[in-house]
């Protein structure tokens, strides 16, 4: 069975430091990864995804995220983060055949002043 | 512009009784999903369809109903028999090998 882990719940971070998210798959084939950003009382918006070809995938709002078979990690990552991005942070693996996603149990983004 | 709606908003329900959360997707896909949303526990899947007429148990269906007679529409019922059923509830639906859109939600809460 697919699983996701995001082993931080929640992240702070300085405005205009640099982010790092983590997220640790495990899937027997090679899978289906997304990032997925949800604001409070709001549905999940689509970061990026990953399908195959160039590990290093590009997403909207500056973020990006690198697919590493060897470590079964996606890590999305934002160079400066902006207070906007205060929010919280799914990882998500799916299955080719079905499209059938699971969920890690999110990461909180704080951003300071 | 295309989308998924669901509706109400905000719900609430009484002891016993049954209460439908509807979800509509104008994108064309055959695939819809409804999910359970606790805090700290990210989305758990309730029933999942791919195709009208057909649809699967997720991995907590029980005191959960569904039905897609639609393509458009894929309703979920929680039951008298869902205890403890105050949560808010997301719908999704994807198309073949593309990621899911989301619904703004229903937050169920009990009277």
Same mark, same amino acid.
């Given at each position: 069975?697919?699983?996701?882990?995001?082993?931080?719940?929640?992240?702070?971070?300085?405005?205009?430091?640099?982010?790092? /998210? =983590?997220?640790?798959?495990?899937?027997?084939?090679?899978?289906?990864?997304?990032?997925?950003?949800?604001?409070?009382?709001?549905? /999940?918006? /689509?970061?990026?995804?990953?399908?195959?070809?160039?590990?290093?995938?590009?997403?909207?709002?500056?973020?990006?995220?690198?697919?590493? =078979?060897?470590?079964?990690?996606?890590?999305? =990552?934002?160079?400066?983060?902006?207070?906007?991005?205060?929010?919280?942070?799914?990882?998500?693996?799916?299955? =080719?055949?079905?499209?059938?996603?699971?969920?890690?149990?999110?990461?909180?983004?704080?951003?300071?002043? | 512009?295309?989308? #998924?709606?669901?509706? *109400?908003?905000?719900?609430?329900?009484?002891?016993?009784?049954?209460?439908?959360?509807?979800?509509?997707?104008?994108?064309?896909?055959?695939?819809?999903?409804?999910?359970?949303?606790? *805090?700290?526990?990210?989305?758990? +899947? #309730?029933?999942?369809?791919? #195709?009208?007429?057909?649809?699967?148990?997720?991995?907590?269906?029980?005191?959960?109903?569904?039905?897609?007679?639609?393509?458009?529409?894929?309703? +979920?019922?929680?039951?008298?028999? %869902?205890?403890? *059923?105050?949560?808010?509830?997301?719908?999704?639906?994807?198309?073949?090998?593309? *990621? %899911?859109?989301?619904?703004?939600?229903?937050? +169920?809460?009990? +009277?």
């Amino acid at each position: 069975a697919q699983s996701v882990t995001q082993p931080d719940i929640h992240i702070t971070v300085s405005e205009g430091a640099s982010l790092e /998210l =983590r997220c640790n798959y495990s899937y027997g084939a090679t899978p289906y990864l997304f990032w997925y950003v949800q604001s409070p009382g709001q549905g /999940l918006q /689509l970061l990026l995804k990953y399908f195959s070809g160039d590990t290093l995938v590009q997403g909207i709002k500056g973020f990006e995220a690198e697919f590493k =078979r060897s470590q079964s990690s996606f890590n999305l =990552r934002k160079p400066s983060v902006h207070w906007s991005d205060a929010a919280e942070y799914f990882c998500a693996v799916a299955t =080719r055949a079905t499209g059938k996603s699971t969920f890690g149990d999110g990461t909180t983004l704080t951003v300071k002043p | 512009d295309g989308g #998924i709606t669901q509706s *109400p908003k905000y719900l609430f329900r009484k002891e016993g009784q049954n209460v439908t959360l509807s979800c509509e997707q104008n994108l064309n896909h055959d695939a819809m999903y409804w999910y359970r949303q606790d *805090p700290g526990q990210g989305l758990r +899947l #309730i029933y999942y369809s791919q #195709i009208v007429n057909d649809f699967q148990k997720g991995d907590i269906a029980e005191g959960y109903s569904v039905s897609r007679e639609k393509k458009e529409s894929f309703p +979920l019922t929680v039951t008298s028999a %869902q205890k403890n *059923p105050t949560a808010f509830y997301l719908c999704a639906s994807s198309g073949e090998n593309q *990621p %899911q859109h989301f619904g703004d939600g229903t937050r +169920l809460s009990i +009277l």
